[in-house]
């Protein structure tokens, strides 16, 4: 039985939807940290695209030096998107996740050069603005979890010409949130700061968990360039 498989959908279904029981930063952490030695094999069980459309996105249209190229991985999780752009050749990555436990195992991937512990929305991204040839932020721009102004300090982070790489779903209970992040994403570019490179909208995103979905979900990634 491969580690995929260990646990059934029905177990992780019910991991997943006990994660918007907590409503203070600290109860979501908590929630992380426990999840961390099995949230990988969970997100393959839900079929958890977001990291590979969105590694594949950034490939797609990134044309510089790929060895020399450095990668903000915001809310970097165990660094699945860091191992998939490793694959397309990055070899720079920084991380950022309010986790503890799931910064120990992205620390044990051996994929980053620098870790940090900062809560978003919270804490400032204490990382150098205008630092960054891409910048990521996968899974965690949904309700409940990040503001989307957030976006914001993405978009600072990069270099003038740099990519930033944005997911979020596009299921019923998200569709708010998503709503309010185009929003934010228009003004972002009406006020010059980027221009968009790709939206590319998805409807098998992940396995439904609710009760009130069944199938797949959609979601959405989001590319910039900044200006």
Not at 82 to 98: C, S, Y
Not at 127 to 150: K, N
Not at 157 to 186: P, S
Request: hydrophobic share 40%; charged share 25%.
């Amino acid at each position: 039985m491969s580690a995929a498989e260990s646990r059934t959908f029905d177990v992780v279904k019910e991991v997943i939807l006990s994660a918007h029981e907590g409503n203070t930063t600290a109860e979501k952490m908590d929630f992380y940290n426990s999840w961390s030695s099995h949230y990988e094999q969970d997100v393959a069980v839900i079929d958890y695209r977001a990291p590979c459309l969105a590694a594949s996105a950034v490939a797609a249209h990134f044309c510089g030096d790929r060895q020399a190229a450095v990668v903000l991985d915001v809310a970097c999780g165990t660094g699945m998107v860091a191992k998939l752009m490793k694959e397309d050749g990055f070899e720079h990555f920084v991380g950022v996740d309010g986790s503890q436990a799931m910064l120990q195992r992205a620390k044990e991937s051996g994929l980053y050069q620098d870790l940090k512990l900062v809560l978003l929305g919270e804490d400032p991204l204490s990382v150098q603005s205008g630092d960054f040839d891409v910048v990521l932020i996968v899974g965690a721009l949904s309700v409940g979890q990040v503001r989307v102004e957030v976006i914001r300090e993405l978009c600072q982070a990069a270099k003038q010409g740099g990519l930033i790489c944005m997911t979020t779903r596009g299921n019923h209970d998200n569709a708010g949130y998503k709503l309010a992040l185009e929003g934010e994403i228009k003004r972002m570019e009406e006020e010059g700061l980027w221009r968009g490179v790709e939206v590319l909208e998805v409807k098998e995103w992940e396995r439904a968990v609710s009760e009130m979905e069944e199938g797949y979900i959609p979601g959405c990634v989001y590319l910039f360039k900044k200006l």
